[in-house]
């Protein structure tokens, strides 16, 4: 089980858009719709941001989408904002009951 | 509204075991499935393995297979994740971590413990 691959750092303007991608294998991203995105801000706890490729929870605002293709799942963010400024992950499931992360993507705000 | 408390900050001796425990309250314990999280100083978050209080078995990352055990007890509705053989690259930030969909494994984790420090140092 390795690491999904993510881009160690994104950065960004404020109100400009920005995508984040997560490249696995056939063997997890590319065989299930069971791909999330986290937001973590240092010393808290993750926050769920997107769930099942490209849901929302309740509460989360739509400027954040995600998107699948083959093994690569995305996760794009519009109308950037400062308070978006975080590290951000992706997890799938990888079979057998078993999960994988990213590696982790510093996203700044310019 | 669900919550996830850990116990405290542990340091250990390299070759010790640590304990952590996570006491959920709010909700239905049982058929929602608990992993543990970790993140070591300057690293990403990693998942351990989890299980589903009401099935009883736990999975785990290969990486960690046969060094930690994660067990549950539904009578305290309290998740607990032990990690032997400890050597300093154990050092990090636990967290447990609850799955949005009931007896599923998603990895869709919506509610989050606070963390726990252990720190391994002879």
């Known amino acids: 089980q390795s690491a999904l691959t993510q881009p160690a750092s994104v950065s960004g303007s404020p109100g400009q858009s920005i995508t984040i991608s997560c490249t696995g294998t056939s063997s997890d991203v590319g065989s299930y719709n069971l791909v999330s995105w986290y937001q973590h801000h240092p010393g808290k706890a993750p926050k769920l941001m997107i769930y099942e490729v490209n849901k929302r929870p309740s509460g989360v605002s739509n400027r954040f989408s995600g998107s699948k293709s083959g093994n690569t799942a995305s996760l794009t963010i519009s109308g950037l904002q400062a308070e978006d400024e975080a590290d951000y992950y992706c997890c799938s499931y990888a079979g057998s009951s078993t999960l994988v992360f990213g590696g982790g993507s510093k996203l700044t705000v310019l | 509204q669900v919550q996830l408390v850990q116990s405290g900050a542990e340091v250990k001796k390299p070759g010790s075991s640590v304990k952590v425990s996570c006491k959920a309250s709010?909700?239905?314990?049982?058929?929602?499935?608990i992993s543990w999280v970790r993140q070591a100083p300057g690293q990403g978050l990693e998942w351990m393995g989890g299980?589903?209080?009401?099935?009883?078995?736990?999975n785990y990352a290969q990486k960690f297979q046969g060094r930690v055990t994660i067990t549950a007890d539904e009578s305290t509705s309290t998740a607990y994740m032990e990690l032997s053989s400890l050597r300093s690259e154990d050092t990090a930030v636990y967290y447990c971590?609850?799955?949005?969909?009931?007896?599923?494994?998603?990895?869709?984790?919506?509610?989050w413990g606070q963390g726990t420090l252990v720190t391994v140092s002879s």
């Open positions: 299980i589903i209080p009401i099935f009883g078995t736990a």
């Open positions: 709010g909700g239905t314990f049982s058929t929602y499935g």
């Open positions: 971590a609850r799955d949005l969909n009931r007896y599923n494994w998603n990895g869709h984790f919506d509610y």
